[in-house]
């Protein structure tokens, strides 16, 4: 089983930045996408950032469009998630995850979970 292991969540004033990182233990055959999801009490797991591990294409839900990024690094294994511009409803806990790709694009599911990482933004 691949691990997945975040880092970088923290505390931040809304209009402030965070930069989450996500290492996976290995990359297989089948770690074809990686990406971020959140869950804040109460709501259900958002897909929030995925990225095609061979060409870097990328996927962007509406809330953090223009604000986010997601990036990676193949020679060490990582993505990153940029976050820029916070709000206070950016509050969640952030997850790491490894999902599968079909025709370019990665699957809106994801197949491998990191523990999680925690994001609070104050007003």
């Known amino acids: 089983q691949v691990q997945l292991v975040e880092s970088g969540g923290g505390s931040a004033q809304a209009g402030g930045s965070l930069r989450l990182s996500c290492v996976a233990s290995?990359?297989?055959?089948?770690?074809?996408?990686m990406g971020w999801f959140r869950q804040a009490p109460g709501k259900e797991r958002e897909r929030v950032a995925t990225?095609?591990?061979?060409?870097?294409?990328?996927y962007y839900a509406d809330s953090v469009k223009g604000r986010f990024t997601i990036s990676r690094d193949n020679a060490k294994n990582t993505v990153y998630l940029e976050m820029n511009s916070l709000k206070p409803e950016d509050t969640a806990m952030y997850y790491c995850?490894?999902?599968?790709?079909?025709?370019?694009?990665?699957?809106?599911?994801?197949?491998?979970w990191g523990q999680g990482t925690q994001v609070t933004v104050s007003s």
């Open positions: 995850a490894a999902l599968g790709e079909s025709g370019g694009y990665c699957a809106r599911g994801a197949y491998n």
């Open positions: 990225i095609v591990i061979a060409t870097g294409g990328t």
């Open positions: 290995r990359y297989t055959s089948t770690t074809n996408c």
